[in-house]
């Protein structure tokens, strides 16, 4: 069983950036399809972004493409979200989620779940 953790949440202003990431324990992320979800206070969780087992393949909410990017690191145990040109829509709970039994589980089909990270932008 893998162990999310969300972390580079905070309080930015419009326009600014931040990098969350999704780290991993118990096993090594590389080997699982990982996605980036948000929930806004009142509103359904909604997906943001996912990238395949091998980083080879990715896909973004029509909402945020073009300012956000998913990419796994280097130790291949994180998965990370740079985020840029916030906006105040883009305020939300990120989680992140991961699953091992697909090579891209793209919006949906992901076992494990991480707590969240908030990201607050102001106007």
């Known amino acids: 069983q893998v162990q999310l953790v969300e972390s580079g949440g905070g309080l930015v202003q419009t326009g600014g950036s931040l990098r969350l990431s999704c780290a991993a324990s118990g096993r090594t992320l590389s080997t699982y399809a990982v996605g980036w979800f948000r929930q806004a206070p009142g509103k359904e969780r909604e997906f943001v972004a996912a990238?395949?087992?091998?980083?080879?393949?990715?896909d973004y909410a029509d909402s945020v493409k073009g300012r956000f990017t998913i990419s796994r690191g280097n130790a291949k145990n994180t998965v990370y979200l740079q985020m840029n040109s916030l906006k105040p829509e883009d305020t939300a709970v990120y989680h992140c989620a991961a699953d091992g039994d697909s090579y891209y589980a793209g919006t949906s089909g992901y076992a494990y779940w991480g707590q969240g990270t908030q990201v607050t932008v102001s106007s």
């Open positions: 990238i395949s087992r091998g980083g080879l393949t990715t």
